[in-house]
């Protein structure tokens, strides 16, 4: 059996121009060209060149720690019930 999911991508206007052209040119959907380059990308293990640049760690800070222990459910609705809450 086989399985289709409709999904949304967000594509550069300049590609998405010459995603049309090409299809347009080869005579098939937009679709089959998108599916054929991910599966060539999937089935010989490269990466696109874009991807080969290492993205910057994201941040970090201290929060300062939990005021409560979100795993003990009865301080969380005492916290919950309180007027003011303790911070």
Excluded: C
Excluded at 1 to 6: D, P, Q
Excluded at 20 to 26: D, L, P, S, T, W
Excluded at 56 to 68: A, E, F, I
């Amino acid at each position: 059996m086989v399985s289709h999911m409709k999904t949304t991508f967000n594509i550069n206007d300049t590609l998405m121009q010459q995603l049309r052209v090409e299809a347009a040119r080869r005579g098939v959907t937009m679709t089959q060209i998108v599916e054929s380059g991910i599966r060539h990308m999937v089935a010989s293990g490269e990466d696109a060149p874009e991807f080969k640049t290492k993205l910057r760690p994201l941040p970090t800070w201290n929060s300062g720690g939990m005021l409560v222990d979100v795993s003990n459910r009865e301080e969380m609705y005492r916290i919950f019930d309180e007027e003011k809450p303790p911070w």
